[in-house]
């Protein structure tokens, strides 16, 4: 399986972007879909998940800010950022699970929040 995150960039604080992570490869199912961001200095961190369901989960410092998505039939999650703020700075990583073989990591895509 192979992750292709894109979307990142710099922003003024109170901005938007949206990232997105397209999986492919040979016959696989996907569970779960997420984004995990690490600042500068700090551990990686959840961001948001999306279950195959369609359940999310939210760091509760994105919440109401953030909006994770995905697009079973393109195997693709999004990531809507609204309201940005310097903290959100980092590099965000897409995370895909799949049934039976276990999680990928994306590449990761650099956002950055200027105040």
């Known amino acids: 399986v192979q992750l292709q995150a894109s979307g990142g960039g710099l922003v003024q604080a109170g901005g938007s972007l949206q990232l997105s992570c397209a999986a492919s490869?040979?016959?696989?199912?996907?569970?779960?879909m997420g984004w995990y961001r690490q600042a500068p200095g700090k551990q990686r961190e959840l961001v948001a998940t999306i279950s195959s369901g369609g359940s999310t989960n939210y760091a509760d410092s994105v919440k109401g800010r953030f909006t994770i998505s995905r697009d079973m039939a393109k195997n693709t999650v999004y990531l809507q950022m609204n309201s940005l703020k310097p903290e959100d700075t980092g590099v965000y990583y897409c995370?895909?699970?799949?049934?039976?073989?276990?999680?990928?990591w994306g590449q990761g895509t650099l956002v950055t929040v200027s105040s």
């Open positions: 490869g040979n016959r696989f199912s996907i569970n779960t």
């Open positions: 995370n895909v699970v799949v049934f039976v073989i276990g999680p990928y």
